[in-house]
Nanobody, 125 residues
């Protein structure tokens, strides 16, 4: 089992920055990949970024490329999302997720079998 707890959300003006963290515990050695999704009010949950634990390759949705950076700590116990040049359109609840399987499509929620509870990010205009 893997437990995930997000932190770092808050209220920030447009153009500002936030760094989200996701602390992982439990059987983290089994993790294949971790990712961030976000969900705005009344919208579907949207893929943001993912990172493979082996090799640390990353992938981003087009709307955040050049602004957001996904990373992990050296001990592979935490996930981060550095968000720069924030826009009001980035306002959402941000969720971290993990999968212990090398299968599925990276941008689908169904690919991931562990989820955190989310952290609110609000960007004022």
């Amino acid at each position: 089992q893997v437990q995930l707890v997000e932190s770092g959300g808050g209220l920030v003006p447009a153009g500002g920055s936030l760094r989200l963290s996701c602390a992982a515990s439990g059987r983290t050695f089994s993790t294949y990949a971790m990712c961030w999704f976000r969900q705005a009010p009344g919208k579907e949950r949207e893929f943001v970024a993912a990172i493979r634990w082996s090799g640390a390759s990353t992938v981003y949705t087009d709307s955040v490329k050049g602004r957001f950076t996904i990373s992990r700590d050296n001990a592979k116990t935490a996930l981060f999302l550095q968000m720069n040049s924030l826009k009001p359109e980035d306002t959402a609840v941000y969720y971290c997720a993990a999968t212990t399987y090398n299968s599925g499509t990276y941008y689908l929620t169904t690919t991931y079998n562990y989820w955190g509870q989310g952290t609110q990010v609000t960007v004022s205009s």
